[in-house]
């Protein structure tokens, strides 16, 4: 079986300040992709990043970066110099393929992330 | 969202009424995952359809809900005889893209 486990429920910081958002994955499975989505208070999901269980290069996307760490199961996002704008639920989730190559995606509980001015 | 389109984007009914909730998926995509979540919740997955065809429907409440794809058209998610705990967004994606959701109200 496979979950997703995002332990931070709630995490408040100052404007400019770094952030990192932990996410830990279960899975037997050898093929997988990670992902994390942020959801804004207007409520849609938007895709930030999708790596695969095989590329364990950590990425960098302007001031987002994510550090995949299989013996570890991690999947952690960092956020530097956050911004008020940065506020929001962010998902990790999880997925396996399957049946045609598409598979369903697999959620964490999220974390709700407050960046105060 | 990629070009996922989903309608209505709020649906306000009241319970025992039907709730029909639309998804469009990516252009030149032909199968759609329906997926809900609940209020102050992550989402969990309801259904995986293809054109014509139920793949998976491990997540689905076994009564009240079904779900469909066409061969023309959208796919649908039906909820019949709604009550209060259906209140929630519905969203639907192509791959890894969602759209937009659709929120359910029920009264």
């Known amino acids: ?37 942020k959801q804004p208070p207007s409520g849609e999901l938007v895709f930030l990043i999708r790596r695969n269980s095989f590329d364990e290069q950590n990425e960098i996307s302007g001031r987002y970066s994510w550090n995949f760490q299989k013996s570890t199961s991690s999947f952690n996002f960092t956020i530097t110099a956050s911004q008020v704008v940065d506020s929001a639920v962010y998902f990790c989730a999880l997925s396996v393929p399957g049946y045609s190559s598409a598979s369903k995606i697999i959620f964490g509980s999220g974390t709700r992330l407050s960046i105060r001015p | 969202n990629a070009g996922v389109m989903q309608n209505p984007r709020h649906l306000v009914r009241r319970r025992g009424q039907e709730a029909r909730l639309r998804c469009s998926p990516m252009k030149g995509h032909s199968h759609v995952y329906w997926y809900r979540q609940l209020p102050e919740e992550g989402l969990k997955f309801m259904v995986y359809l293809q054109k014509e065809n139920i793949i998976d429907e491990s997540g689905m409440p076994k009564e009240r809900f079904s779900a469909e794809f066409p061969k023309e058209g959208p796919s649908i998610l039906r909820i019949q005889q709604v009550v209060r705990g259906d209140s929630a967004a519905y969203f639907c994606a192509s791959q890894q893209y969602f759209g937009p959701g659709t929120r359910l109200t029920v009264l």
């Open chain 1, 1 to 37: 079986a496979q979950k997703v486990t995002q332990a931070q429920t709630e995490i408040s910081v100052v404007e400019k300040e770094d952030v990192t958002l932990d996410c830990v994955y279960e899975t037997r499975d050898t093929t997988y992709y990670l992902f994390w989505y």
